[in-house]
């Protein structure tokens, strides 16, 4: 069975840019969650979208947005990149709500200049 | 607020000999917890889980870890570490919020094995 998959792996912005990262959750899975993992510490939570409503935010401003679509799939938008913003974008799913492990994929490298 | 100290940024061990890598949480309730592991430029992988059914958990790759409600511990043990296992560690609790829940983690703990 494929797992979380993420697309593109690697990306090189500059500054001020949008960007869009995409996930697609093992199958079955309605949960996805969105997580920011900077260099040399562990992931942050960004955002969690169940049945296509967003059911969770982390401390990230207005430039983050997410939606889910129908097919559970997901895609993570960052407006107006800073330098900051250089991290692993990982992508997690769930079958649902509860305390259930996540999986994820492997991530999207953004790299910002 | 919950949250996990993971109390060893880095750890060096020789091949064949133990590892441990020690965690503490912050929980108001019975907590989900959970050990993943990092491998360079990869996603996280699951290593073990702990929902309140045995205190002691048993993981993949002869990992397990044993949960500690008095000391709100879920240190992370293995009895012979081997080539493979030099990763990233990440001790993670499962928070439930109204309408969804999120993963909170620890800094990590980066393992060096020594041949």
């Known amino acids: 069975d494929a797992g979380v998959t993420q697309s593109p792996t690697h990306l090189i912005k500059t500054r001020g840019q949008h960007v869009t990262l995409r996930c697609s959750p093992i199958?079955?899975?309605?949960?996805v969650s969105w997580y920011q993992q900077v260099l040399g510490q562990g992931p942050q939570f960004i955002f969690q979208?169940?049945?296509?409503?967003?059911?969770g935010r982390g401390n990230f401003p207005d430039r983050f947005s997410a939606r889910q679509f129908p097919n559970y799939s997901s895609e993570l938008n960052v407006n107006a990149l800073l330098l900051g913003d250089s991290a692993l974008y990982l992508c997690?799913?769930?079958?649902?709500?509860?305390?259930?492990?996540?999986?994820f994929g492997d991530g999207t490298r953004l790299s910002i200049l | 607020a919950q949250s996990v100290t993971q109390l060893d940024s880095h750890v060096s061990v020789s091949e064949g000999t133990p590892v441990l890598l020690r965690c503490n949480y912050s929980?108001?309730?019975?907590?989900?917890l959970f050990w993943y592991v990092q491998h360079p430029n990869k996603g996280l992988q699951l290593l073990l889980k702990?929902?309140?059914?045995?205190?002691l958990v048993k993981g993949i790759n002869g990992f397990e870890a044993e949960f500690k409600k008095s000391e709100t511990s879920f240190h992370l043990t293995k009895p012979s570490a081997h080539m493979s296992d030099a990763a990233e560690y990440f001790c993670v609790v499962s928070t439930t919020f109204a309408a969804g829940n999120k993963l909170t983690f620890g800094g990590g703990t980066r393992v060096l094995v020594k041949p």
């Open positions: 979208y169940y049945e296509k409503e967003e059911r």
């Open positions: 702990y929902t309140s059914a045995a205190t």
């Open positions: 929980s108001s309730y019975s907590p989900s």
């Open positions: 997690a799913s769930s079958p649902g709500l509860s305390n259930q492990p996540q999986h």
């Open positions: 199958s079955g899975h309605k949960s």
